[in-house]
């Protein structure tokens, strides 16, 4: 049974950089698998921010895709997020799914469990 | 941007009764549309893939369909576990991007 666990600072200021880390547990991050990250502001809905292969390629939602950057550490069996510029409107619960194969379409299987991510002065 | 529109945004129904919940695409995602179930406090939880296949351990009260843009959830008998809000997501886009509806709230009547 795949398990991903977030982790990173809960806080942090406005035109700071989010940083957080997605661990996997029970399988290979080099599966075969992409990797997302997906938001979600509190009381409204989902919002993708992004996936990452193992090969390091990434894909990212246009909206967000200035300010973010996706990477991937083999040997940890981790992937990691960076939003920069942050502000307010960026708190939300970030959480880290699995995604689709490669070479094909597929929903989100497994998730994190989320962490809260304030911006705040 | 595929945009994603649910409907109702919240839906009353007795335990034991039959919930029919709605999903629209503003242009067509084939069968590439998935539902998730979300509580407060967890993290959403695959239910249906493919538009009707029911994912690992989902139980059959729960049966998906539709295609193209119009999609249905349908849970049968309603539990009081299923007392929840529900997500439809479409993942048919190349390059990727995934948009997700903003969610119905299913409350018990």
Redesign the interface.
């Known amino acids: 049974q795949v398990q991903l666990q977030e982790s990173g600072p809960g806080l942090l200021k406005p035109s700071g950089t989010l940083s957080l880390t997605c661990g996997v547990s029970g399988g290979s991050i080099s599966s075969g698998n992409?990797w997302?990250w997906v938001r979600q502001p509190p009381g409204k809905?989902?919002?993708?921010i992004g996936?990452i292969y193992h090969s390091g390629t990434t894909?990212y939602?246009?909206s967000l895709k200035s300010r973010v950057t996706i990477s991937v550490d083999k040997s940890e069996n981790q992937f990691s997020l960076k939003l920069s510029s942050v502000t307010a409107a960026d708190t939300a619960v970030y959480?880290c799914?699995r995604g689709?194969s490669s070479g094909s379409?597929?929903?989100?299987?497994y998730?994190?469990?989320?962490t809260l991510v304030t911006v705040s002065s | 941007?595929i945009v994603m529109t649910q409907s109702p945004a919240t839906l009353s129904v007795s335990p034991g009764e039959r919930a029919t919940l709605s999903c629209r695409a503003s242009q067509s995602v084939s069968s590439?549309l998935?539902w998730?179930q979300q509580k407060p406090g967890?993290?959403?939880?695959?239910l249906i893939?493919g538009a009707s296949t029911r994912?690992t351990g989902i139980p059959a009260r729960f049966s998906g369909s539709g295609s193209g843009t119009e999609f249905t959830l349908t849970i049968s008998s309603l539990q009081s576990e299923d007392f929840a809000l529900y997500?439809c997501?479409q993942?048919?886009t190349w390059?990727?991007?995934?948009?997700?509806?903003?969610?119905t709230k299913l409350e018990i009547k």
């Open positions: 992409w997302n809905g989902l919002e993708w996936e894909n939602n246009p959480y799914a689709r379409y597929g929903p989100f299987d998730w994190g469990q989320g | 941007e590439s998935a998730y967890q993290a959403p939880r695959l893939y994912a997500y997501q993942y048919n390059p990727p991007m995934y948009t997700f509806g903003q969610g």
